[in-house]
């Protein structure tokens, strides 16, 4: 099946600094992407959606100066959380959509683990 | 808006008996729904959906799910329980389809406990 590859799987970082998160289709391209978080024994919230060659949509509440969106080419976007605090910390998972093998499904990336100190 | 309702954040079977996961709806308009399972640190992994036609899907590892309209359900079963179905699943709901790329709304899961 399709393979969402996502790293790091986890980074532990300093308060203030800012942290880089990548989430590549390994075989397949994806003209959308989504980002979500997800908060211990919680569900998936929606952060934005991330679309190739043009802005992020976010969605409310989400600041888009704090998690910045690049989706530069059809298998890579990534997520840089800015000026990290520790209410940051949180699980980040990115997923894409395979628009030529499967319609309606995403694949979903591993996950990453942000601990910011 | 659409949202979706997990029944039971934990759920705890014997091996060998049967798993019920329960998910109800709530759509203005006729949903897609999905079953993700999440394993510890890993992203989630699509056991089955329903979109048209059928209403009883069948998934990966056995898991299978009924769409019921009028009771806004769609209930996550599977006749056997494994040691390896002990994980997170997530029921989810979208209402505009679009080839992949649609929004989702994920219900809160349900961690499912296999005792051996």
């Known amino acids: 099946g399709a393979v969402v590859s996502q790293h790091p799987s986890r980074v532990i970082c300093k308060s203030g600094t800012s942290v880089k998160i990548e989430c590549r289709s390994l075989d397949f391209q994806a003209t959308t992407m989504f980002w979500y978080r997800q908060f211990p024994k919680q569900s998936l919230m929606l952060m934005a959606t991330?679309?190739?060659?043009?802005?992020?949509?976010?969605e409310q509440g989400v600041e888009k100066d704090k998690f910045l969106i690049n989706h530069a080419s059809l298998t890579l976007s990534t997520l840089t959380v800015t000026s990290a605090h520790p209410e940051d910390s949180s699980f980040y998972i990115c997923?894409?959509?395979?628009?030529?093998?499967?319609?309606?499904?995403?694949?979903f990336g591993a996950g990453t683990r942000l601990s910011v100190l | 808006a659409q949202s979706v309702t997990q029944l039971g954040s934990h759920v705890s079977v014997s091996e060998g008996a049967l798993v019920l996961l329960r998910c109800n709806y709530s759509?203005?308009?006729?949903?897609?729904l999905f079953w993700y399972v999440q394993y510890p640190n890993q992203g989630l992994q699509l056991l089955l959906k329903y979109t048209t036609g059928a209403t009883l899907v069948k998934g990966i590892n056995g898991f299978e799910a009924e769409f019921k309209k009028s009771e806004t359900s769609f209930h996550l079963t599977k006749p056997s329980a494994h040691m390896s179905d002990a994980a997170e699943y997530f029921c989810a709901v979208s209402v505009y389809p679009n080839f992949g790329n649609e929004k989702l709304t994920f219900g809160t899961g349900t961690r499912l406990t296999i005792i051996p």
């Open positions: 991330s679309n190739e060659g043009s802005k992020a949509t976010y």
């Open positions: 759509s203005s308009v006729p949903p897609y």
């Open positions: 997923s894409a959509g395979d628009l030529e093998r499967a319609k309606n499904i995403q694949y």
